[in-house]
């Protein structure tokens, strides 16, 4: 296994970045949802916020798997012909929208008789309704549920003003702070509305209208994935492509915007080894930023009693993300070894597209390797799990592995976020240089530790930061490192020996 030494040189002057733990990225096809990026922590924010998954909406299941053990921001978006539900509050009645309405474009102009209306967050079919009940003044009460073949769930109860003003508490009623960022309605108020006579007791409509219009495609795909571009706001470090249409952009946003993010793409479903050889060629991509997975899995659909046919990147994620403990050092492939490896146990899996066996490194295994592709085989005794580790870098090095791509940028991240924007500004001394050394040895050190480095040299001293370099207001330091090695291909040699053979015979055989 060849391995090369490579000198990253950055400037971090004016960097900002958050302190980001193992956060998730999807762009996801969904039955509901937002196209701004919602940050979700359980399978419970993701039904309610995005729909159950089906065969039609494979990618919840994706973000349901990651879920399970780190947080996710999710994007969810629609086409531009998409319209909102919702329902209209008039002085005597609440009516559903029957027609849903784009929520950018909307105006009351054609609505005078409206006092206000309740969108829902996004468009879909919708199933939520709402009981109004005029209270005094412009006051009102909102009971919301959600609808289903069993009957209504309330959901929430608001009491709300169209004027500003505040309850007994101090906390305000206003319409728009009492529903700010609410996950289930957006208002809008009709300024020009002037009635006061309100005849609304406990009325009660289904919200109407919503669509998601039709199928998505590469554009809005594009734009869902384009929020990421703003790491501050949307910091992440698993970037997921779920299928297999995106590589090119995540690739990309790593690059560009988020360089501590590691990107884990499917290979389409429908791909044999051959072909999925030539689809990953096709994408021209060589880079240590991410990663490819093949060999889409059948599982079993406890959510509508059916079955549906998934990557399985989103568990992929999730076996990246329990890497948190060590660093970020482990490979997520093979068999699991205190709670690291590759081993795939979210969904009841029926059967996998592609029977490809580790048995004996069989042709089409060894072919996406030297492809850099990393299969999702089915073990007949260890189950569904990843057998492979590299990235897409096309010459191998230390960081054609993930284990070691992603400790690299554990390393490099946290050095600047901890070190050398302390230094910012500081005066390039003795003292301070001396700092810098103890602290980026203090993070390396662990590191080392845990496996995920053999060894390392931290120089910041006057050997490195010359006269040249004080002239120019610079501070350098300088970390080496020497990458911990895996096994991938493992063998046995099975030496049959000669009768008679004594045991000093044997201590000789090396």
């Not at 309740?118 to 109004?132: E, M, Q, R």
């Not at 360089?259 to 240590?288: H, K, W």
Request: with cysteine; aromatic share 12%; glycine share 8%.
């Amino acid at each position: 296994m060849p391995y090369r030494s490579k000198t990253q040189e950055r400037d971090y002057s004016g960097f900002v970045q958050p302190n980001i733990s193992e956060i998730g990225a999807m762009v996801i096809k969904a039955p509901k949802g937002q196209k701004t990026p919602v940050l979700c922590t359980s399978e419970e924010d993701i039904l309610r916020e995005f729909g159950a998954p089906s065969s039609s909406y494979p990618d919840i299941f994706e973000a349901i798997a990651f879920c399970s053990v780190a947080p996710c921001y999710i994007s969810a978006p629609y086409h531009s012909d998409a319209l909102f539900g919702g329902m209209d509050v008039q002085i005597s009645g609440v009516n559903g929208f029957g027609t849903g309405r784009n929520i950018d474009t909307f105006s009351f102009d054609a609505f005078p008789d409206v006092s206000h209306a309740f969108f829902a967050t996004s468009p879909y079919t919708d199933n939520l309704v709402g009981k109004i009940t005029y209270i005094s003044g412009k006051k009102f009460k909102l009971d919301l549920y959600k609808s289903s073949s069993v009957g209504n769930e309330l959901l929430n109860s608001y009491v709300y003003s169209l004027n500003i003003e505040k309850d007994a508490f101090g906390k305000s009623l206003y319409i728009m702070d009492v529903f700010d960022n609410n996950y289930y309605v957006i208002p809008k108020v009709n300024s020009n509305f002037t009635g006061t006579a309100y005849n609304l007791s406990g009325l009660t409509a289904n919200f109407s209208g919503g669509t998601r219009g039709s199928e998505i495609d590469s554009a809005d795909i594009l734009a869902g994935w384009n929020n990421f571009r703003f790491a501050n706001k949307y910091p992440v470090r698993i970037m997921m492509d779920t299928r297999g249409d995106s590589a090119v952009t995540v690739n990309n946003l790593i690059q560009t915007y988020q360089p501590y993010a590691q990107g884990i793409c499917a290979i389409p479903m429908g791909n044999d080894a051959t072909e999925a050889v030539a689809f990953r060629q096709g994408l021209g991509i060589d880079s240590d930023d991410i990663g490819f997975y093949t060999n889409w899995a059948k599982i079993k659909d406890n959510y509508n009693n059916s079955f549906a046919w998934i990557s399985n990147i989103g568990s992929v994620g999730k076996k990246f993300a329990k890497m948190a403990d060590i660093f970020d050092s482990g490979s997520p492939a093979g068999i699991d070894e205190n709670g690291h490896g590759g081993q795939l146990s979210d969904w009841e899996v029926i059967e996998v597209e592609y029977d490809y066996t580790d048995s004996d490194f069989n042709s089409e295994l060894e072919l996406l390797d030297n492809a850099q592709i990393n299969p999702i085989i089915k073990d007949i005794n260890y189950g569904l799990m990843i057998y492979g580790d590299k990235t897409s870098q096309v010459t191998l090095s230390d960081t054609s592995y993930v284990g070691t791509s992603r400790v690299y940028k554990y390393i490099i991240k946290n050095i600047a976020e901890q070190v050398l924007r302390l230094q910012e500004f500081k005066n390039n001394d003795i003292p301070h240089r001396r700092t810098a050394k103890v602290k980026t040895e203090a993070i390396l050190n662990p590191v080392r530790r845990e496996g995920g480095i053999t060894d390392f040299k931290v120089v910041c001293d006057a050997s490195n930061n010359t006269e040249d370099v004080l002239d120019q207001r610079q501070f350098l330091l300088d970390v080496y490192v020497v990458a911990m090695a895996n096994s991938q291909e493992v063998k046995l040699r099975f030496t049959r020996m000669p009768q008679g053979t004594i045991d000093i015979n044997l201590s000789a055989v090396s």
